[in-house]
């Protein structure tokens, strides 16, 4: 699914004094003060239903008013599923526009407010996060690989039931404008309420400032941005540029795989695959890459690739941070064509290279 969480929206008003406006917020919300005694630039902690924060800052000739708020919380007591609907985004932009009228006592439409920021969300339930280790690992790699000065960070946590480390996501700056988050919503929701949600949820969200959103769209204006416009001039073309990066760096694992499984004994199989576990993202892709590098028979080949198969199984279970290694390409098409929204087909076997068919 795609929708939308967390946003901050401005408007410009210039026929009042700031000082109205604050005085407005306290008697909209009740038993809320402001974060400075005295000034005429104040923010308010709303925490009621959607409304997160209210900040209010007088400028020459004009006062500027900000709204951060929840798109996803807006008649419910969680953000567990973004909002998806262009219908739920109007309404809750209404519900802005309302409260800026009651505490500004000016006329404000949709059509004057802007984003200062907008969180858009791509999320799919999964069965399980942490078999989707490996994809995540490849993803972040090849992020920090085609954007090596830019900022990210990679979480684990660790269950001292099973005794594993597992990964939780990670968070990467992309640009001043754009800033990517991947991680399962459902854990993050039951650590800090009581009604826990079952199963994982699987959600990336890019939180894209006014800049990102004026050069993707060409407009940060509210009531421009429908869920469509956000699908084609944004999601789109990040998913594109996403899609390659990931490719990018998958070919590069198997030329490695290519160059390290050639040549080798038949007792060294299960150490070379413990070496090289954070290059093979599924047991496919190691198969066929001995079945090209073999010079043996049929049947020796196959016992190669039984070896293969148990050194994974192993590394599987006993290895940490806790992963899968089977069942990963169709994990990775999933993942493609749900979460980093570009459309293709995945195809390798034994026989057959590694190939993506682009819808």
């Known amino acids: ?32 003060n402001p974060r400075k005694l005295a000034g005429t630039t104040q923010s308010f902690k709303i925490n009621e239903n959607n409304i997160n924060e209210i900040r209010v800052c007088e400028k020459t000739g004009y006062t500027l008013v900000k709204i951060d708020f929840s798109y996803a919380r807006f008649g419910t007591d969680n953000n567990v599923y973004p909002l998806c609907t262009e219908a739920g985004k109007v309404l809750v932009e209404n519900q802005l526009v309302k409260i800026i009228k009651d505490i500004s006592l000016q006329r404000v439409s949709r059509n004057d407010l802007s984003y200062e920021y907008l969180e858009i969300c791509l999320q799919e339930r999964i069965k399980s996060f942490y078999s989707y280790y490996n994809i995540i690992s490849l993803f972040y790699k090849s992020l920090k690989r085609n954007n090596y000065t ?15 480390y597992y990964n939780t996501g990670f968070i990467f700056q992309m640009n001043r404008g754009w800033k990517m988050r991947l991680y399962s919503k459902s854990h993050e929701h039951n650590k800090k309420n009581l009604d826990k949600v079952r199963g994982a949820n699987l959600r990336l969200e890019h939180r894209m400032t006014k800049m990102a959103l004026d050069f993707y769209c060409k407009t940060s204006i509210v009531s421009e ?11 789109v073309k990040i998913g594109k540029i996403l899609f390659e990066h990931i490719t990018k760096e998958l070919y590069r694992d198997i030329e490695i795989l290519e160059k390290r499984l050639k040549d080798f004994e038949s007792r060294k199989i299960p150490n070379l695959i413990r070496d090289l576990q954070e290059h093979i993202l599924d047991e496919k892709i190691a198969n066929q890459v001995i079945q090209q590098n073999s010079t043996k ?22 290895g940490s941070p806790k992963r899968s290694n089977f069942d990963n390409l169709e994990r990775l098409e999933f993942f493609i064509n749900k979460i980093i929204f570009f459309k293709v087909k995945v195809k390798c076997n034994s026989k057959q290279h590694l190939t993506f068919d682009i819808a």
């Open 1 to 32: 699914m795609i929708g939308l969480d967390r946003a901050a929206v401005w408007v410009s008003l210039a026929d009042v004094e700031a000082d109205l406006v604050i005085l407005g917020v306290q008697k909209r919300f009740k038993n809320v």
């Open 150 to 164: 830019k900022i990210g960070t990679c979480f684990e946590d660790y269950d001292y039931a099973s005794d594993y």
């Open 225 to 235: 941005l429908k869920l469509q416009v956000i699908k084609e001039k944004i999601l």
């Open 297 to 318: 028979g049929s049947r020796q080949t196959r016992r190669y690739k039984n070896k293969v198969k148990e050194a994974l199984k192993e590394y599987e279970a006993r």
